[in-house]
């Protein structure tokens, strides 16, 4: 059996390194460690990399960063998933007593809870956990699930859901065999009955499981239960149409005409993904020269993208007169712009540019040959796109420049890198290659 662990984790930094630190026998014994950080702001990613097989982005939410540790962990190899909360820890042989509990014919389990907090009946809630588990063979979250890989994946994996997606995938999972109910217990953090009040976090998480099985939306119990809704904002996308001569004309030399045309289309469709991913708002593709080439044709009719014709100008010029219907429409939603031509822009990053218009008039993502990958704006700023150097190493120190003569605040997430010339094509094929 090949163990993969996946911790899905969220500005945990401060707590984290003695978690992985726990993990280390695991790792010692082949399991593999991957972490799946939402879009942290601690340090979280850089505490972790020393601890960890592999540490993963992915857009905010337990489910979908989950999601993306099981497929991380299949292209490891794995052969059992084990989804592991950062506050709860596991017994030091977790991986024996799971490779027991599945070879007597169990697809799936998890472990009895123990809770540690200051509470004195905080034994006796984690008892009533456990029994209650066992009677209906649902398991939550707090109690280590695992799972054969294939049956997880045979299953479509966690459903989005904010909350609940614990039991809604055991009540799947049962469907194909009862839980192996380990048990051994993992230890997890008493912080909520400890904060909130033993009694009255019962009562609450008691209302929102009968809510739950009487049909409530997901999305409203999470934000009784306390959830952060993601932050809203539309995104533009500026994108060519991938004719042949016409797109990625830099990298002709390498690729040929045609060849650079479809990673002008893979570009393009893998921003949209990324986009759809991250969640955050309508979406529209403005194209350029119009949107009667047959790629924008099929990504209207097949999957609903809305499309445009980019208005005449130059590139700042047809940005402000996306910026300016925008914002014509959705006076009080912030709104993104992005080329199609960065790979590494990925949906923790967008979610991340999106949260922080909930603070500021803006956000930047620069990209490493001056440029820029993000651009975002809480309110119209039609000055950031006047009097720019396009296409030159000054396109982010002039909207810098724009911003302040605006007076406008502003925050930047990490440089990233676009494909433009062959060099950059040459490194994409190498990441794309490892990762």
Request: hydrophobic share 50%; charged share 20%.
């Amino acid at each position: 059996m090949k163990l993969a662990v996946v911790l899905p984790v969220l500005n945990e930094g401060a707590a984290l390194r003695p978690r992985l630190q726990a993990l280390a026998p695991l790792r010692a014994r082949g399991a593999w460690v991957v972490l799946v950080d939402g879009g942290s702001t601690d340090g979280t990613c850089a505490t972790a990399q020393p601890l960890c097989d592999a540490v993963r982005v992915a857009p905010r939410g337990r489910a979908s960063q989950m999601n993306a540790g099981a497929v991380a962990a299949a292209q490891a190899g794995a052969d059992v998933l084990l989804f592991l909360h950062a506050d709860t820890q596991l017994p030091p042989d977790a991986d024996r007593l799971i490779e027991t509990a599945l070879a007597r014919g169990a697809a799936w389990g998890r472990f009895d809870v123990r809770i540690d907090g200051v509470h004195p009946l905080l034994p006796m809630v984690a008892a009533f956990m456990n029994l209650r588990s066992r009677l209906s063979g649902i398991a939550t979250g707090d109690q280590a699930l695992f799972v054969r890989r294939r049956v997880f994946e045979a299953l479509g994996g966690f459903a989005p859901l904010p909350l609940m997606e614990d039991i809604e995938l055991s009540a799947r999972l049962k469907r194909c065999s009862p839980p192996a109910c380990v048990a051994q217990r993992v230890t997890t953090a008493g912080r909520r009955w400890d904060q909130h009040g033993l009694w009255r976090t019962i009562g609450l998480m008691w209302r929102l499981r009968a809510a739950y099985a009487a049909g409530a939306d997901p999305h409203a119990l999470a934000l009784r239960y306390g959830y952060t809704p993601r932050a809203p904002a539309a995104v533009a996308v500026v994108a060519k149409a991938p004719v042949p001569g016409l797109a990625k004309t830099r990298l002709i030399p390498l690729l040929g005409a045609a060849g650079a045309a479809r990673a002008q289309r893979g570009f393009a469709l893998q921003t949209l993904a990324t986009l759809r991913a991250a969640s955050t708002g309508p979406l529209t593709l403005w194209c350029a020269p119009g949107t009667g080439h047959r790629f924008f044709r099929a990504l209207r009719l097949r999957h609903g993208v809305l499309c445009l014709p980019q208005p005449p100008g130059d590139l700042g010029q047809r940005m402000a007169a996306a910026m300016a219907a925008h914002f014509a429409a959705h006076p009080h939603m912030p709104w993104l712009v992005v080329g199609t031509d960065c790979p590494a822009l990925s949906p923790a990053h967008v979610q991340q540019a999106a949260d922080a218009l909930q603070m500021h008039d803006a956000v930047l993502i620069p990209a490493e040959d001056g440029g820029y990958v993000l651009l975002g704006l809480r309110r119209p700023l039609t000055n950031v796109f006047e009097r720019i150097d396009w296409s030159t190493e000054r396109v982010s120190e002039q909207t810098r420049e724009r911003l302040h003569q605006a007076g406008a605040t502003w925050v930047e997430l990490p440089a990233l890198w676009d494909v433009d010339e062959p060099a950059d094509w040459q490194r994409w094929a190498r990441t794309g290659l490892e990762g």
